[in-house]
């Protein structure tokens, strides 16, 4: 097991249809997050060591590419070219309905919190997942979903005008958020970097419109991103936070999304 996650537990669960593994640490409730391409990589799992900090049990399944393996360019192009043309459980462009992998995440957040109590389930979905954990709304235990930096459908190629505004989601899936937004005053957080060509305005502005106020935009200028990646700004809680400036953008916006599934998660968290 690479380093970064020595100090997790793995197990593989299996929804009947498909199995990952998944790495767990911490008590308390459950978040589930949601890595980004090309896999679980070291900074992915920096974020989960500080969301188990902060009182939560976290677990992170492994959908594509080796977990603990460093980003970089080359691994993060052969990863995206593998999932786009081989994975049949991503739904790279479509726009009207989620990846089938979120029946698995589903089943994934059924079990943490039948096992970890609380109100519920928080679920950070980022870049290439962004948008799973808005789909995962339909399982009552998602009570907090996050999305950084929600990058499907891609928004390019033929047909990438509709593609740019849209969010990845079935009318079903949408109609279920909605409701339970407003019925369980639940609320949903968004991130980017403005100028993010993966993450478009356009897919903003409709998660705006659809969700109103219960979508909490979180909006960074690229020039607050972590600088000499090799990579453009993207990944707001992982790649391009800036972890020495605890009072920048980035660091408060991962700040404000652990205290997000730290309140929204508690049992005694307000209906």
Same mark, same amino acid.
């Given at each position: 097991?690479?380093?970064?996650?020595?100090?997790?537990?793995?197990?593989?669960?299996? =929804?009947?249809?498909?199995?990952?593994?998944?790495? +767990? +640490?911490?008590?308390?409730? &459950?978040?589930?997050?949601? %890595?980004?391409?090309?896999?679980?990589?070291?900074?992915?799992?920096?974020?989960?060591?500080?969301?188990?900090?902060?009182?939560?049990?976290?677990?992170?399944?492994?959908?594509?590419?080796?977990?603990? /393996?460093?980003?970089?360019?080359?691994?993060?192009?052969?990863?995206?070219? /593998?999932?786009?043309?081989?994975?049949?459980?991503?739904? *790279?462009?479509?726009?009207?309905?989620?990846?089938?992998?979120?029946?698995?995440?589903?089943?994934?957040?059924?079990?943490? %919190? &039948?096992?970890?109590?609380?109100?519920? !389930?928080?679920?950070?979905?980022?870049?290439?997942?962004?948008?799973?954990?808005?789909?995962?709304?339909?399982?009552?235990?998602?009570?907090?979903? *996050?999305?950084?930096?929600?990058?499907?459908?891609?928004?390019?190629? !033929?047909?990438?005008?509709? $593609?740019?505004?849209?969010?990845?989601?079935?009318?079903?899936?949408?109609?279920?958020? /909605?409701?339970?937004?407003?019925?369980?005053?639940?609320?949903?957080?968004?991130? +980017?970097?403005?100028?993010?060509?993966?993450?478009?305005?356009?897919?903003?502005?409709?998660?705006? $419109?659809?969700?109103?106020?219960?979508?909490? &935009?979180?909006?960074? =200028?690229?020039?607050?991103?972590?600088?000499?990646?090799?990579?453009?700004?993207?990944? *707001?809680?992982?790649? %391009?936070?800036?972890?020495?400036?605890?009072?920048?953008?980035? /660091? +408060?916006?991962?700040?404000?999304?652990?205290?997000?599934?730290?309140?929204?998660?508690?049992?005694?968290?307000?209906?």
């Amino acid at each position: 097991m690479a380093d970064a996650l020595a100090s997790y537990e793995r197990f593989d669960f299996d =929804d009947g249809r498909w199995t990952f593994p998944v790495f +767990r +640490r911490g008590a308390g409730p &459950a978040v589930i997050v949601i %890595h980004e391409m090309p896999g679980l990589h070291p900074q992915v799992v920096r974020f989960a060591d500080r969301v188990a900090a902060a009182g939560m049990t976290v677990f992170l399944p492994s959908l594509f590419g080796v977990p603990g /393996k460093p980003v970089s360019n080359g691994y993060a192009l052969g990863t995206m070219l /593998k999932t786009i043309c081989v994975r049949r459980e991503f739904a *790279v462009w479509a726009t009207d309905r989620s990846s089938p992998v979120v029946d698995w995440l589903r089943a994934l957040a059924r079990k943490a %919190h &039948a096992e970890c109590g609380g109100r519920g !389930v928080g679920a950070v979905g980022m870049c290439f997942t962004g948008n799973f954990a808005l789909a995962m709304m339909t399982e009552p235990a998602v009570v907090a979903p *996050v999305l950084s930096q929600p990058s499907l459908p891609m928004p390019f190629g !033929v047909g990438a005008a509709k $593609r740019r505004a849209a969010i990845g989601a079935s009318p079903a899936e949408i109609a279920c958020a /909605k409701g339970r937004f407003h019925d369980e005053r639940l609320k949903m957080i968004g991130l +980017r970097f403005h100028g993010d060509g993966f993450t478009p305005d356009e897919r903003f502005a409709t998660y705006k $419109r659809t969700f109103g106020d219960s979508f909490e &935009a979180i909006e960074i =200028d690229p020039k607050d991103a972590l600088q000499g990646t090799g990579m453009s700004p993207h990944s *707001v809680l992982t790649v %391009h936070l800036v972890d020495d400036d605890p009072d920048g953008p980035t /660091k +408060r916006a991962e700040r404000r999304v652990i205290e997000f599934f730290k309140t929204q998660t508690r049992a005694e968290a307000a209906p």
